[in-house]
């Protein structure tokens, strides 16, 4: 039975997955200041980097049309769709209404969309489950099952160098921003059932990023049959030493290092880094 894993451009993968068709990647579109950035290969993080920077405004993003996502359907027995959260974009319902207008004409269709309740390498993550589990031959409803199950025990946290676009966008208020850039204090955040909480602080960047650490330590379970996913922006040797900090102490079977797309840079911004497990 033919089958299809499709992903929206935050799902940030290897150049080695793009290769061996992991997931077929639907682009978001991303705007600085009038100016669109389509988030799929012709992506220059550089010069979108130094565009956030310059910009008074927070960048915006647009999710795909159904009527793109449903391109993606065409002539698959089976696909399943990984998400950006639904709390984060609108991408996620733009995949349901393609499902519904889809079986419509093709009600022999099974189209399963996945909401990540994350972003970035966990979506990476849910795409790589799903590959696994079609591989071992398990039939649509036995895979639904488990990557609902996989996704709803996912943890993602993440640290930014930068709060700017946490201000610009209202999640983190002036006086918040003003205070955290001159006392250098850094937010240790998580996704909690799809939203972004704050789960700790500390003074200084490093030590941000060993508290995440800390708290993964505490809470990851089964490491033994886990990936551990890490997204950086921009910034691979940082997202090497935090690879080799957890693996001191956890004993992941793998690891999976990945530079931010689009959807990622703008949420993320240079020198963040994400994790999942």
């Not at 309740?117 to 979506?123: E, F, H, K, N, V």
Request: with cysteine; glycine share 6%.
């Amino acid at each position: 039975m033919s089958y299809k894993i499709i992903g929206d451009s935050c799902t940030d993968i290897t150049d080695e997955m793009k290769q061996a068709g992991l997931v077929s990647l639907v682009p978001l579109t991303l705007t600085i200041d009038g100016e669109d950035f389509v988030d799929d290969d012709t992506f220059n993080q550089k010069e979108f980097i130094a565009k956030m920077k310059a910009s008074p405004e927070c960048p915006k993003s647009a999710c795909p049309s159904p009527e793109r996502y449903m391109q993606e359907f065409e002539g698959q027995e089976e696909c399943y769709v990984v998400t950006l959260s639904s709390r984060l974009s609108g991408s996620y319902n733009s995949a349901v209404v393609a499902k519904e207008m889809y079986l419509e004409e093709h009600p022999e269709a099974k189209i399963e969309i996945v909401d990540s309740r994350s972003a970035s390498c966990g979506q990476m993550l849910l795409a790589v489950k799903l590959r696994e589990l079609k591989e071992k031959g398990l039939d649509f409803a036995t895979v639904k099952e488990k990557i609902t199950e996989f996704r709803d025990n996912m943890e993602t946290k993440f640290v930014l160098e930068s709060l700017e676009n946490l201000r610009k966008n209202g999640r983190l208020s002036r006086v918040t921003f003003t205070i955290c850039n001159v006392l250098n204090i850094r937010p240790v955040m998580a996704a909690d059932d799809g939203e972004i909480i704050k789960i700790d602080q500390v003074r200084g960047h490093n030590k941000a990023l060993m508290r995440m650490i800390e708290h993964i330590e505490k809470d990851a379970k089964d490491v033994a049959h886990k990936i551990l996913g890490i997204t950086h922006c921009n910034n691979r040797e940082r997202a090497e030493w935090v690879k080799n900090e957890i693996l001191k102490r956890l004993p992941f079977k793998d690891c999976i290092i990945v530079n931010a797309a689009g959807v990622s840079t703008l949420y993320a911004n240079e020198g963040g880094i994400i994790v999942s497990y």
